[in-house]
C-alpha cells in the first residue's frame, strides 16, 4: 500500500520534472535567438558593395557619412563613446570599418553581398539586407550626438550631404 503510493508520488514528481525541463528548454531557446541573429551577419566594408554599385559609392564618397571618421581628433577616435556613430562595426576578424558606410544603413553584407542573393530582393532581406528608414538614421541622429541640433528625415534624405544618388531606373527598351 505505502509503496503503491511512493511509486505514484515518484511518478508525479518525474512527469513534474520532465515538464519543467521542457519548459526551460524553451525558454533558453528563445533568449538564445536575438544573439544568434545578431552574429549570422558580418560587415564587409564598402569596398565590396563598389564592384557593383559604382554610381551610388561615387556619391557616398562625397557625403559626410563617408568623412565621418575624418571628423573625429586622433584622441577621439580611441573613444567608444565618439566611436560609436562615426563607425559602420567590426568585421568579421576583429577589425573597426571606419565611417559611416554602406551597411551602418543597409545592414552587414556577408550574407546578402552575392550576385546570387541580390538579384531576389526578397532572399536579400532574409539576408540581412535593410531598406533604411527613418528609424535607421536616428539610431546616430539623435541627443546622444553631441553636436546634435534636431533631425528632419524627409529633408535630411533627400540631402546630398547625406544621402547617395540612386541609379538611374533603366529607360524601357525600344525596338
Ligand atoms: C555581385 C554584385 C553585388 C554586390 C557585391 C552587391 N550588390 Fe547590391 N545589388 C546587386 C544587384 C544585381 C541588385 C539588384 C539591382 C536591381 O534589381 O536593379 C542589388 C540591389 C541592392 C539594393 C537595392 C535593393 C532594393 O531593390 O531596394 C541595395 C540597397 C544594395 N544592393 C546594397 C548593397 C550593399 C550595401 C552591398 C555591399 C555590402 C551590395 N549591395 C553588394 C548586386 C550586388
Ligand atoms: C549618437 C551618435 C553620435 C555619437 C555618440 C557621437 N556623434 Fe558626432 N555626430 C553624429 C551625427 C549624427 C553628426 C551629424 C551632425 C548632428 O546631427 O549631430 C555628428 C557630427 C560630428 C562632428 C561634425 C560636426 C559638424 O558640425 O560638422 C564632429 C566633429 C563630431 N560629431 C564629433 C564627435 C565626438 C568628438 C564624439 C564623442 C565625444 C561624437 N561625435 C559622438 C553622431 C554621433
Ligand atoms: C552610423 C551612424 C549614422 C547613421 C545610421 C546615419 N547617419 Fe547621417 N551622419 C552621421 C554622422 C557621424 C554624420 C556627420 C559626419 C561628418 O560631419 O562628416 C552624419 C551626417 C549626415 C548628414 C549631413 C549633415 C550636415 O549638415 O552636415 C545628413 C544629411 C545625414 N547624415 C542624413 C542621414 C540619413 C537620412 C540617414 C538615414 C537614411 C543617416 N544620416 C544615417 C551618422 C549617421
Ligand atoms: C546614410 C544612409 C545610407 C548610406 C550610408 C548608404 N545608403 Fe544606400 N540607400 C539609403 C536610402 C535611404 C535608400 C533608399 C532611397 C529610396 O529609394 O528612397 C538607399 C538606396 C540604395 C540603393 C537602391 C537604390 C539605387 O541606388 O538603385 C542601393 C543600390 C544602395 N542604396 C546602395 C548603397 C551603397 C553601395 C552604399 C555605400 C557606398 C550605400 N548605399 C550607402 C541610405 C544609405
Given at each position: 500500500?505505502?509503496?503503491?503510493?511512493?511509486?505514484?508520488?515518484?511518478?508525479?514528481?518525474?512527469?513534474?520534472?520532465?515538464m519543467?525541463?521542457?519548459?526551460?528548454?524553451?525558454?533558453?531557446?528563445?533568449?538564445?535567438a536575438?544573439?544568434?541573429?545578431?552574429?549570422?551577419?558580418d560587415?564587409?566594408?564598402?569596398?565590396?558593395?563598389?564592384?557593383?554599385?559604382?554610381?551610388?559609392?561615387?556619391?557616398?564618397?562625397?557625403?559626410?557619412?563617408?568623412?565621418?571618421?575624418?571628423?573625429l581628433?586622433?584622441?577621439?577616435?580611441?573613444k567608444?563613446?565618439?566611436?560609436?556613430?562615426?563607425?559602420?562595426?567590426?568585421?568579421?576578424?576583429?577589425?573597426?570599418?571606419?565611417?559611416?558606410?554602406?551597411?551602418?544603413?543597409?545592414?552587414?553584407?556577408?550574407?546578402y553581398?552575392?550576385?546570387?542573393v541580390?538579384?531576389?530582393?526578397?532572399?536579400?532581406?532574409?539576408?540581412?539586407?535593410?531598406?533604411?528608414?527613418?528609424?535607421?538614421?536616428?539610431?546616430?541622429?539623435?541627443?546622444?550626438?553631441?553636436t546634435?541640433?534636431?533631425?528632419d528625415?524627409?529633408?535630411?534624405?533627400?540631402?546630398?550631404?547625406?544621402?547617395?544618388?540612386k541609379?538611374?531606373?533603366?529607360?524601357?527598351?525600344?525596338g
Amino acid at each position: 500500500m505505502t509503496r503503491k503510493l511512493t511509486v505514484l508520488a515518484m511518478m508525479i514528481v518525474a512527469a513534474f520534472a520532465l515538464m519543467l525541463n521542457g519548459l526551460m528548454a524553451q525558454d533558453a531557446a528563445k533568449a538564445d535567438a536575438p544573439k544568434a541573429d545578431a552574429k549570422k551577419f558580418d560587415y564587409v566594408g564598402d569596398a565590396k558593395c563598389k564592384m557593383c554599385h559604382k554610381i551610388e559609392h561615387t556619391s557616398w564618397l562625397t557625403t559626410a557619412h563617408a568623412k565621418a571618421w575624418d571628423v573625429l581628433k586622433p584622441e577621439e577616435q580611441k573613444k567608444e563613446e565618439c566611436i560609436a556613430c562615426h563607425s559602420t562595426g567590426k568585421a568579421a576578424d576583429g577589425t573597426l570599418i571606419t565611417g559611416v558606410g554602406c551597411e551602418s544603413c543597409h545592414g552587414p553584407g556577408s550574407e546578402y553581398k552575392a550576385q546570387k542573393v541580390m538579384k531576389d530582393k526578397a532572399l536579400s532581406l532574409a539576408a540581412g539586407l535593410i531598406e533604411p528608414k527613418k528609424e535607421v538614421c536616428v539610431k546616430c541622429h539623435n541627443e546622444k550626438s553631441p553636436t546634435f541640433k534636431g533631425f528632419d528625415f524627409d529633408k535630411a534624405s533627400k540631402d546630398p550631404k547625406g544621402m547617395h544618388e540612386k541609379t538611374p531606373k533603366k529607360e524601357a527598351t525600344k525596338g
